[in-house]
Every structure is written in structure tokens, then in C-alpha cells.
């Protein structure tokens, strides 16, 4: 069984470009990824100025992209992180949250997906709070699909040391009480999972009553943490047999679109044949055979050392390396040595 595999543009930092998304959505439509959700950190509108409709270039440019998608077979969505409306869902908010799911229905939306992530939980009847607002978005969305990310959206104790601990029982309520027909989103044991296995995935489906909706964080690499390093090795610790245990297969990218390409072709390889699939044959899809001879040399520079570790020395060299390819993936190398998407504790609080 092959689930339903998808993009979703869930990062902080630098966003993509719009050529680029639709370059994206045309470059995988073939390999399973049916579905991209448009729900980058950095978009205010969807975030801290959800309630504020997003400017008219904007608007244009993501109903381009939602008819793009539409021509190319996959289905589009956006992701709104009402910021902490849990807190004062009052009638002004509630007219607030309407005329921003007009906005969203007039796109031509096929999903919608309400982010509670990354916002403080401690909070008492929290569930009963959000219970509420999906509730109320349910009644008035017209999108095909509907899906939630809880506040804590993996058993990752990190989160509650960030956003405060979770209330007891928070994701058994969730889960008795959201309509059987709303997805939710969950990353696994930890919010970056190494492995993701069967048994994990059945535990969770008795907490959350229904198959997980999976939000990969591989090959993400927002924040100061990830962000001096490239994932581009293959997938893996992804069983094949979690297949059918789960709702959909949601990858969260990289920073670099071109990049992100090689380890997200690798997913497709590893549901199909059960094993790691090759880098090498995936890099060259991307980027052609002697590139991608290049990228396998420097693998463990950029996926192992990082940025900080690297001289400037081997800086220097690398960017000589790679400048002699007239190619996206290359630019993309040049960029992230020259520290573009570095990114800082302070800018990760201000999205």
C-alpha cells in the first residue's frame, strides 16, 4: 500500500518563491505527492495577522498557485495559525475567523488546516477551547478536507518545555471529541522523529481515534539549531508498513527548494520497495550526474559538519566548487555557505 504523500510548507525563515512552489508541485506530482499545504511561519497572515486578509498580490499569487496545483492533479491547502484565538474566542473573533475563511473558500481551497502549533498550552481547558474554534470552522469552510495540528502534536517532551506542560489528557479529549472526519496532524515520537514505526503509529491512533495525519519534519531545516546544516541524505526509519496505519504522509521541506527535492523522491522509493533508496540515483534526477557526483563527495560536510564547523577554507573551495554549475541546486549550495538561511533564536520568536 502507498499512502498519500504531500508537501507541506511548514517552516520558519526565508519562504519560497512562487515560480518556485510551482516548479516544486510539477517536479513530484508524479511521484506520489499529491497534495501541498501552503502554510510557511514566515507569512503573517496566517500567523500573528491572521485576522488581517492578506494583500491583493498575495491573494493573486496563491490562487495562481492553488489553479497551478489544480492543472497538475494535486490538491492545495492552506495552513492558519490563528494565534492563541484559544485565549479570547469572543464574537468579534469569531467574525474575525469568518471573513478569513471566506477569504481562504474564495482561493479555491481543497484543504484547510487549523495550527495550534507552537503557542503556549498551559493552559486550563485548552481542548475544550479549540474544540471550539474547530467546530466553528467546520461549519463554515468549504474546504474538501479539514485538518488540526494539536499544540502538542508528538510525545517530544520539548515541546512542553517551550510552550509550557501539556494539560493531562489534552489529546484524549481531542480525540473523543473532534468529528471522526477532521484529520490531525502528529510528527511522531519526537518533533525531528529519527523512526517512526508501526507500533508507535497504532499507539497513537487509539489516543487520537482515528489514523494520524503524518507531519514529517525531515528534511526541515529551519532555526538556529537545523538551519547550518543540509538534509539531503535519503529517507529513512520510515517502515513501509505504517502505510496503512496512517491518514497521509505531509513532508515539511528544507529551506532550499531545489534541494529538498533529492531526499523527498527518496520517500517514493522506500514505501515502494520497503528499502533506503539510492542518493545517488535521486540526486542525479535533480540535478544530473556530475552535480550529483559532487553532492555525494560533500554529503557529510553539509549533512554531518555544518556551517560552523566548516573552515573558511573549505568554505572557499566549496563555493569554487560549485560555482562552475549553471544549476539551482549549485546556487543553492553557494547560498547556504555564504550563511543565507542562517537563522536566530530572536527571528524563530518573531514568526
Known sequence: ???????????????????????????????????????????PFLRRRWSEPHPQA?????????????????RFGVGLSPYELYLDFDSAARDALARKLAELDALGIDDLAILF??????????????????????????????????????????????????PEGYLDTLGKEIDPAIEIFWT?????????????ITRVSETLQ????????????????????????????????????????????ASQVMLSRIPMLTLEKLYESGKEASFAEAATQVTGRELATLLAED????????????????????????AAFSHPA?????????????FTQEELMAQ
Not at 488540526?148 to 509550557?164: A, E, M, N, Q
Request: charged share 25%; hydrophobic share 40%; glycine share 8%.
Open 299 to 322: 554529503l557529510s560536510l553539509f549533512q554531518d559538519k555544518g556551517l560552523e564547523a566548516i573552515s573558511e577554507s573549505e568554505k572557499a573551495a566549496l563555493r569554487n566548487r560549485y
Open 117 to 166: 502549533d507552537d503557542m503556549r498550552g498551559d493552559l486550563p481547558g485548552l481542548a475544550e477551547k479549540q474544540l471550539e474554534i474547530i467546530a466553528c470552522v467546520a461549519e463554515r469552510t468549504k474546504a474538501g478536507r479539514l485538518i488540526v495540528c494539536p499544540s502538542y502534536y508528538t510525545d517530544d517532551p520539548v515541546l512542553d518545555r517551550f510552550f509550557g506542560q501539556r
Open 330 to 342: 549549485a546556487s543553492e549550495i553557494i547560498l547556504w555557505l555564504d550563511g543565507y538561511w542562517r
Open 1 to 43: 500500500m502507498f499512502p498519500e504523500l504531500g508537501t507541506i510548507e511548514g517552516f520558519y525563515g526565508i519562504p519560497w518563491e512562487w515560480e518556485a512552489r510551482a516548479a516544486h508541485v510539477s517536479a513530484l506530482a508524479s511521484h506520489g505527492y499529491r497534495f501541498y499545504l501552503y502554510a510557511p511561519k514566515s507569512d
Open 58 to 74: 498575495e491573494q493573486d499569487a496563491l490562487k495562481k498557485l492553488a489553479d497551478h496545483c489544480r492543472a497538475e492533479g494535486v
Open 188 to 200: 511522531g515520537p519526537l518533533v525531528c522523529s529519527r523512526e517512526i514505526d508501526a507500533a508507535h
Open 210 to 253: 482515528r489514523k494520524p495525519f503524518l507531519w514529517d519534519n525531515y528534511p526541515v531545516n529551519d532555526g538556529p539549531r537545523m538551519s547550518p546544516f543540509l538534509h539531503l541524505r535519503p529517507f529513512t526509519g520510515r517502515a513501509p508498513d505504517i502505510a496503512p496505519l496512517i491518514a497521509a504522509h505531509g513532508v515539511n521541506p
